[in-house]
């Protein structure tokens, strides 16, 4: 019996190493039906409200002003693939009105994931610096 609780220990401790650091943001959407039937409509207010739980990771991870200066890759590199750090999400809110589209959603973040894309995001910093005289 000890034996099995041992090997149940393990698998956890293996399970949680995985899994990494989630956490838990909101993002919301709203797509006009102007142009998109109900279902375009509702995959792309998904990718919208996952792009705004990601970017309030992102504040969560790194300072505002790393993220000002890495603005154009984290946008290229995180922002439009967010389902590479996103390892469940929930619809919350859906609503179908007459012009648009409505989602709400809560996304579990792969935070460890997310902060080590960022910190490997290099800018070289082309604002005017003083130089010495």
Not at 25 to 39: H, I, K, P, R
């Amino acid at each position: 019996m000890k034996r099995i609780w041992i090997v149940v220990v393990l698998l956890l401790g293996v399970a949680w190493a995985a899994a990494g650091e989630l956490a838990i943001f909101s993002g919301e959407a709203t797509v006009s039906l102007a142009e998109l039937n109900v279902d375009a409509a509702k995959t792309k207010a998904t990718q919208m409200a996952l792009a705004e739980a990601l970017q309030q990771a992102l504040r969560h991870v790194a300072p505002p002003e790393e993220l000002e200066l890495k603005e154009k890759e984290i946008d290229k590199r995180i922002l439009k693939s967010p389902k590479r750090f996103v390892a469940s999400f929930t619809i919350l809110q859906a609503d179908e009105e007459q012009t648009n589209y409505h989602l709400v959603l809560e996304a579990r973040i792969r935070v460890d994931a997310l902060r080590d894309e960022v910190r490997s995001i290099v800018v070289v910093d082309t604002r005017e610096q003083e130089k010495p005289q």
